[in-house]
């Protein structure tokens, strides 16, 4: 079974940094594109940044300058570092994956889709 679990979540002081990190667990042959997502309270979700398998990414333009998404394929890692945090990037944050490739017993493989963590607070104080 395939599972992303986040991590690195706190609580800073505004202009200070976090590095969020999404780890994926199971077996698994490929991902395709990896994204970060946040919900602040009484909002909607809403995308943060997204790299696909190929490097490219896509960044909110709340978070253009200030935030980088990166991934580690080896291990099975994707991350979130946030910098020059504002009051109102507050909220909590998800990891997803638009789907795996895993294995499909006995022999194959198939895709599993849209896949979420269970997320992670931040908390940025003013």
């Known amino acids: 079974q395939v599972q992303l679990v986040e991590s690195g979540g706190g609580l800073v002081q505004a202009g200070g940094s976090l590095r969020l990190s999404c780890a994926a667990s199971g077996i698994i042959y490929s991902v395709n594109t990896m994204a970060w997502y946040r919900q602040a309270a009484g909002r909607q979700r809403e995308l943060v940044a997204e790299?696909?398998?190929?490097?490219?990414?896509n960044y909110a333009d709340s978070v253009k300058g200030r935030f980088t998404i990166s991934r580690d394929n080896a291990k099975k890692t994707v991350y979130l570092q946030m910098n020059s945090l504002k009051s109102e990037d507050t909220a909590v944050y998800y990891c997803?994956?638009?789907?795996?490739?895993?294995?499909?017993?006995?022999?194959?493989?198939?895709?599993?889709?849209?896949?979420w963590g269970q997320g992670t607070q931040v908390t940025v104080s003013s």
């Open positions: 790299l696909t398998s190929g490097g490219g990414t």
């Open positions: 997803n994956a638009d789907w795996f490739l895993i294995p499909n017993q006995p022999m194959g493989a198939k895709k599993v889709y849209d896949i």
